[in-house]
Each structure stands twice: as C-alpha cells, then as structure tokens.
C-alpha cells in the first residue's frame, strides 16, 4: 500500500500541494485529475523521488520513502513526451533498462509483455518510424520491464485520439490487473479519468477535491468545482452524443466487423 501523510510542496512562496493525505491499495488505478497547473506532475515526481516533499511522509508497505533516493524506491514513470531514445529502435529501447538490471526481467517475461502490448511486429523499427500509440506502448514496455513496484504514467493519453486511445487505455488495465500492478495515471480529462481507473484523485488548488470512484464522482461530486469543471464537460458529451445517435442510430453494418471488436484493428 501506498501511503502519503500531509505531504505539502512549496516552490518559492507558492504552495503548490498542501496537506495531501492518501493511501492507495496495491493493483489499484487511480487518476490524478485537475486543471493544468494544478500540481498533477509534481504529485507524481513526489512519488517518484524526483522532487522532495516539503514536508509530510511517503509510505510503502509500511517503509518510509521520504528520503530514500529515487533509484532504491523500486517505482518508475512513463514521461508524458515519452523520452524514448531516437537513435535506437524498439526493441533497443524495452531492454535497454536491462542492461544496468539483466535479471529484472526473465526471456518469457520479455516476450510476454511485447506481445500484450502488441510490439512484436514493430521490434525492429527506429523510433520515427512509429506511430503516437505505437511509442506509447514501446515507453510503456521499457518501463515494465524493469517490474517496478508501482507504475506512474503522466499523461500517457493526451497525445493520442479516438480508438488508439481506448485501445491504450484497455491495455493498461490488463497490465495492472495481470500483474496486481499499483497505477498512477496523470490526465487532466474527466472522461478519461473515470473510465479508466478504479478511483480518481481531484485535484484543485494544490488540495484533494475529492478522491473517489468514478461512480460516486458522478452521483456525489463533492463541491462546485467537481461540479461545474468535471460533470458539466462529461453532460456536454453526453449530450452531443445522444444527439448524434438519436437523430442516426448506428447500423452495425456500417462499421464492419470492427463494431463488434473496436480495439481489434487498431495498431
Ligand atoms: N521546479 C519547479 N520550480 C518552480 N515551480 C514549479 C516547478 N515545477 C512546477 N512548478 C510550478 O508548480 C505548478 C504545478 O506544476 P505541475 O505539477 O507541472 O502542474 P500540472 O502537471 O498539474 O500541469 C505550476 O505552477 C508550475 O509552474
Ligand atoms: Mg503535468
């Protein structure tokens, strides 16, 4: 379990957290969700030990996190622009954490996780040569293998559109729940916050707004903020979806075999 207690950050004379108490059970996924700016990547890098807390403590299954250095913390991130290594290819950039940890991950492992995120065929292609979800998934393999204790992904979708997103989305609850795998999922979209994860952190003001599942969210958002910034955009939506299919409701025929798999010819 992860546990952060009164954990505040101040840059300057800006707070940017203040008094941020959580626990978050292992296999979790959970959303950090809020307006750019709100704190959303430093709570990750907190988390992370990249950025040291002002005050306040970081607990993991009951050790003390605080101030122990990023590298002995056993967790890893997917940066939101990726960082993927452009001189290298697929392949070179999933193993290339194995080189400082060649026991991290077994060959079967390896391979098991290539083809669940549907790699295999793009092993061999430089970085340019892939597409948004395609790198997506290549920074998402090169973390994993590495068998972090916990998964921090900052804004891992902003980047991507439509069915290559649904399809990212599907496959990082498999990941999480395959491998009771801790998720921690950056996003400043309430749709995507809610389908995703099993609860969602708001964030406003560098406070907890609430922190829920997606459910509760939407049958008892807890305050106006939640109420006019996350369940007014998800109503827009809403609406004009219904619009949409009301005045043309969909013939299955007209979208193939897809409509029946929607991920299946998504690459
Ligand atoms: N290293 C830093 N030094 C000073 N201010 C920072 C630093 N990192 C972030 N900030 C400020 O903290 C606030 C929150 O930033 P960030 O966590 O990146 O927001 P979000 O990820 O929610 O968009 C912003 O106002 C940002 O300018
Ligand atoms: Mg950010």
Same mark, same amino acid.
Request: one cysteine or more.
């Given at each position: 379990?992860?546990?952060?207690?009164?954990?505040?950050?101040? +840059?300057?004379?800006?707070?940017?957290?203040?008094?941020?108490?959580?626990?978050?059970?292992?296999?979790?996924?959970?959303?950090?969700?809020?307006?750019?700016?709100?704190?959303?990547?430093?709570?990750?890098?907190?988390?992370?030990?990249?950025? &040291? =807390?002002?005050?306040?403590?970081?607990?993991?299954?009951?050790?003390?996190?605080?101030?122990?250095?990023? &590298?002995?913390?056993?967790?890893?991130?997917?940066? @939101?622009?990726?960082?993927?290594? =452009?001189?290298?290819?697929?392949? #070179?950039?999933?193993? +290339?954490?194995?080189?400082?940890? =060649?026991?991290?991950?077994?060959? #079967?492992?390896?391979? #098991?996780?290539?083809?669940?995120?549907?790699?295999?065929?793009?092993?061999? !292609?430089? /970085?340019?040569?892939?597409?948004?979800? @395609?790198? &997506?998934?290549?920074?998402?393999?090169?973390?994993?293998?590495?068998?972090? %204790?916990?998964?921090?992904?900052?804004?891992?979708?902003?980047?991507?559109?439509?069915?290559?997103?649904?399809?990212?989305?599907?496959?990082?609850?498999?990941?999480?729940? !395959?491998?009771?795998?801790?998720?921690?999922?950056?996003?400043?979209?309430? $749709? #995507?916050?809610?389908?995703?994860?099993? %609860?969602?952190?708001?964030? *406003?003001?560098? @406070?907890?707004? &609430?922190?829920?599942?997606?459910?509760? /969210?939407?049958?008892?958002?807890?305050?106006?903020?939640? %109420? *006019?910034? /996350?369940?007014? !955009?998800?109503?827009?939506?809403?609406?004009? /979806?219904?619009?949409?299919?009301?005045?043309?409701?969909?013939?299955? @025929?007209?979208?193939?075999?897809?409509?029946? $798999?929607?991920?299946?010819?998504?690459?």
């Amino acid at each position: 379990m992860l546990k952060l207690s009164h954990i505040c950050k101040r +840059y300057g004379d800006r707070d940017i957290l203040s008094d941020i108490s959580l626990s978050i059970r292992k296999g979790e996924i959970v959303s950090i969700l809020g307006p750019s700016g709100c704190g959303k990547t430093t709570l990750l890098n907190l988390i992370l030990g990249l950025t &040291q =807390p002002t005050s306040g403590k970081i607990m993991f299954d009951g050790e003390d996190l605080t101030n122990v250095p990023m &590298q002995k913390r056993g967790f890893n991130i997917v940066f @939101q622009d990726f960082a993927l290594f =452009p001189n290298l290819n697929a392949w #070179e950039n999933i193993v +290339y954490g194995l080189r400082n940890n =060649p026991n991290a991950s077994t060959r #079967e492992e390896l391979e #098991e996780l290539i083809d669940l995120l549907g790699l295999r065929k793009h092993l061999t !292609q430089s /970085i340019s040569e892939l597409s948004g979800g @395609q790198k &997506q998934r290549v920074a998402i393999a090169r973390t994993l293998v590495l068998k972090p %204790r916990i998964l921090l992904l900052d804004e891992p979708l902003s980047a991507l559109d439509g069915l290559i997103k649904e399809s990212i989305k599907e496959r990082i609850r498999t990941i999480a729940r !395959q491998f009771k795998l801790t998720t921690l999922i950056v996003t400043h979209d309430p $749709e #995507e916050a809610l389908t995703l994860s099993d %609860r969602v952190l708001i964030i *406003n003001n560098g @406070q907890i707004a &609430q922190f829920a599942d997606p459910l509760s /969210i939407i049958r008892e958002p807890a305050g106006d903020f939640i %109420r *006019n910034f /996350i369940i007014s !955009q998800l109503m827009v939506k809403r609406s004009n /979806i219904l619009k949409l299919f009301s005045d043309c409701p969909p013939k299955s @025929q007209a979208f193939g075999d897809s409509a029946c $798999e929607p991920f299946a010819a998504v690459s």
